[in-house]
């Protein structure tokens, strides 16, 4: 870890097992990163144990105890403004972040989504893939725009769906996945350079362009 590794501010609201992945690989030394701040909005979540843990600065920041969305994110915005976060992962976060929210960010708020987006983003994404039959799902890691799971693709890690599969069957084998592809995308994000060119990441494979530029 160098002081110009990025800093990185993760909002939780369980278990938070990507955020270890996450915050490992960073110590493996995989990703410029550190993480300077977890957030959860569910004061039990487990994740904010595991993050100090890991020594990392976590903070229950309650959306019931606020009025509004809007006073909610204000509260965690100052928050990640006061460790001066430049990068937001959503691991696990359970809710929706407004358009004023993300445009604080522009380009720079990543989530980690079960399924092979665009197919079934929401909620129970195991059960909707398993009760369409599909025979391949995954995760997609994604930027975040105001939409639901629906900003620019990362990048995605398939995994066959069984014939006798339940939905905690299917979740357990993506969430392996997820655990490898969400450090590879923060890791690519932030070594290669890349674009969007509409609404496609496009990593560029010399130093033509800068780290999230316009192409
Ligand atoms: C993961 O399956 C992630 O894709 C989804 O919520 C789950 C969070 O798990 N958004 P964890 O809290 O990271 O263990």
Redesign the pocket.
Known sequence: MTSSATPIAVL????????VALAEAIERGEIPARIVLVVSNEPAAA?LERARELGLEAVAVPHRDFGSRAAHEAAILERFDGVAAEWIC?????RLLSSDFVRRYPNRVL????SLLPAFPGLEVQQQAIDHGVKLSG?TVHLVDAGLDSGPIVLQRAVAVRSHDTADDL?AR??EQ?HLAYPEAMRKLLVEPWAIEGRKVVFFPSSAAGHGDPP
């Open positions: 939780i609201s369980g278990r938070g097992s990507n955020l994740g959503l691991a696990g976060y359970m989530n980690i989504h079960p995760c979740a993506i969430l997820e």
